[in-house]
């Protein structure tokens, strides 16, 4: 199984070292063509300003929204979970507020019940959360009442990073999905 990560900026290298211990093939996605043949789809965190450049540039925007919506497991975590918005490549619906609980100092950990997939450690960094969810749209964690945690079809999306957890259980969703 291989599942492409986005690698234009953020720990994607982590992800992949995830994917690994599960068994998948991780491939490092710079490019359309690096999305040719994937049954999963990371883009990770980083800063959603500098992603959305790089998608621009190498011309990525058209060719993920394809892959997203041909149904393919797609994980967004942290500014993965802003680029996946309406706002940005449009494929989630809903829309998020950056850095919404505060700049790096004011980063935290936080026990989650993660709807499906049990109580989990989560790591969060300059996070975002979802300002507004269609209907469509499950709400499978929250902070504070904020989502933290959505999903939508083939596509999960996640405020903090699991790639910095012990546990694989979110990346795991992504490889059960492929296996569908």
Same mark, same amino acid.
């Given at each position: 199984? &291989?599942?492409? =990560?986005?690698?234009?900026? !953020?720990?994607? #290298?982590?992800?992949?070292?995830? +994917?690994?211990? +599960?068994?998948?093939?991780?491939?490092?996605?710079?490019?359309?063509?690096?999305?040719? *043949? @994937?049954?999963?789809?990371? $883009?990770?965190? !980083?800063?959603?300003?500098?992603? &959305? $450049? !790089?998608?621009?540039?190498? !011309?990525? *925007?058209?060719?993920?929204?394809?892959?997203?919506?041909?149904?393919?497991?797609?994980?967004?975590?942290?500014?993965?979970? $802003?680029? @996946?918005?309406?706002?940005? @490549?449009?494929?989630?619906?809903?829309?998020?507020? %950056?850095? *919404?609980?505060? /700049?790096? &100092?004011?980063?935290? #950990? *936080?026990?989650?019940?993660?709807?499906?997939?049990?109580?989990?450690?989560?790591?969060?960094? /300059?996070?975002?959360?979802?300002?507004?969810?269609?209907?469509?749209?499950?709400?499978?964690?929250?902070?504070?009442?904020?989502? =933290?945690?959505?999903?939508?079809?083939? $596509?999960?999306? =996640?405020?903090?990073?699991?790639?910095?957890?012990?546990?694989?259980? =979110?990346?795991?969703?992504? +490889?059960?999905?492929? %296996?569908?």
């Amino acid at each position: 199984m &291989t599942v492409g =990560v986005l690698a234009l900026q !953020g720990d994607f #290298e982590a992800h992949a070292k995830v +994917l690994r211990e +599960l068994g998948a093939t991780p491939r490092e996605v710079r490019s359309p063509d690096d999305l040719e *043949a @994937l049954d999963g789809l990371i $883009i990770p965190g !980083g800063e959603s300003t500098t992603m &959305t $450049i !790089g998608i621009e540039r190498e !011309g990525l *925007a058209a060719p993920l929204a394809d892959l997203v919506k041909s149904g393919v497991p797609t994980l967004g975590t942290c500014a993965g979970m $802003i680029m @996946l918005d309406r706002d940005h @490549l449009g494929l989630l619906d809903i829309t998020t507020k %950056r850095n *919404a609980f505060g /700049r790096q &100092t004011r980063s935290f #950990e *936080a026990d989650l019940e993660l709807g499906g997939l049990g109580e989990m450690r989560a790591v969060f960094i /300059r996070a975002p959360w979802v300002e507004d969810a269609g209907e469509g749209v499950e709400i499978l964690a929250e902070v504070d009442g904020h989502p =933290v945690a959505v999903r939508q079809d083939n $596509i999960l999306a =996640v405020a903090f990073h699991p790639e910095l957890t012990d546990d694989p259980r =979110v990346h795991a969703w992504v +490889l059960e999905g492929a %296996r569908v």
